[in-house]
Structure formats: structure tokens, C-alpha cells
């Protein structure tokens, strides 16, 4: 994978106010937007924006972690 991912701190929401993609790193801010999608891998949720979301739909769809894809 090429993109750093972020923090997990950076990724809750409801800490930060902002939601942060867990793979491109584009930020959200004032909560998570309605078109994102959100995953929960090793116990935390992460999320995805809706171009990396449509970009790996099917990993997504067959419930593969972020990692895999």
C-alpha cells in the first residue's frame, strides 16, 4: 500500500470532529458525510471516502480488510 495510513485517534469521529479516510487521508470535516463507508477491522472502525469506497467495492462487499486491497 502507498498511502500512509493515519493514526487510528485520527479516525474516530467523535473525538476529532472530523472523519478521516483510512486510505487516501482526505478529511472529513463535521462528521462523517452520508456517502462514506465505514468498516470495522481489528476491533475499530475505519472510514473510507466514497472514491476509495467505489474504487474497492468488491474487497469491500467480500468483507476483506483494508490491508488486502
Do not use: H
Not at 493515519?6 to 458525510?33: F, H, M, N, S, Y
Amino acid at each position: 500500500m502507498d498511502q500512509k495510513t493515519p493514526d487510528p485517534a485520527q479516525l474516530d469521529p467523535e473525538a476529532t470532529g472530523k472523519t478521516v479516510c483510512a486510505r487516501c487521508g482526505i478529511t472529513a470535516a463535521g462528521g462523517t458525510p452520508p456517502t462514506w463507508t465505514c468498516s470495522m477491522e481489528n476491533g475499530s472502525r475505519r472510514y473510507f471516502c466514497d472514491d476509495c469506497a467505489r474504487a474497492n467495492l468488491r474487497a469491500i462487499e467480500g468483507r476483506l480488510d483494508s490491508s488486502w486491497w
